[in-house]
């Protein structure tokens, strides 16, 4: 796994069960944005796909989760160049990586 919550706790100064605490916390949130792009996709609405992606990265912010960062990054600069087909793929990795915060709660 690339998310070390070690190294996070150890970046916010708390422990590893308060990090996994905040960690369930935005993880939440996040199936309801998921729920957004895929659809923003689907319909081709690259600005809302654009939108969906920021707000997953302000929820993410300062946790240094780079395999999301990455999706994310990807994802906005394919909505950003109206390429659906890029969309959905960097939208799967996404996911991915979101599930991963699911393994570690």
């Given at each position: 796994?690339?998310?070390?919550?070690?190294?996070?706790?150890?970046?916010?100064?708390?422990?590893?069960?308060?990090?996994?605490?905040?960690?369930?916390?935005?993880?939440?949130e996040?199936?309801?944005?998921?729920?957004?792009?895929?659809?923003?996709?689907?319909?081709?609405?690259?600005?809302?796909?654009?939108?969906?992606?920021?707000?997953?990265?302000?929820?993410?912010?300062?946790?240094?989760?780079?395999?999301?960062?990455?999706?994310?990054?990807?994802l906005?600069?394919?909505?950003?160049?109206?390429?659906?087909?890029?969309?959905?793929?960097?939208?799967?990795?996404?996911?991915?990586?979101?599930?991963?915060?699911?393994?570690?709660?």
């Amino acid at each position: 796994m690339s998310i070390d919550l070690g190294a996070i706790a150890s970046n916010f100064k708390c422990s590893v069960d308060d990090v996994k605490g905040m960690l369930g916390g935005i993880y939440a949130e996040l199936p309801n944005i998921v729920d957004i792009i895929s659809v923003s996709i689907e319909s081709n609405d690259c600005g809302s796909v654009v939108m969906a992606s920021d707000m997953i990265t302000s929820q993410i912010n300062h946790f240094n989760l780079t395999d999301i960062e990455s999706a994310i990054s990807a994802l906005v600069a394919s909505a950003n160049a109206n390429d659906q087909t890029a969309c959905v793929s960097h939208f799967e990795s996404l996911k991915v990586a979101i599930n991963e915060i699911e393994g570690l709660l």
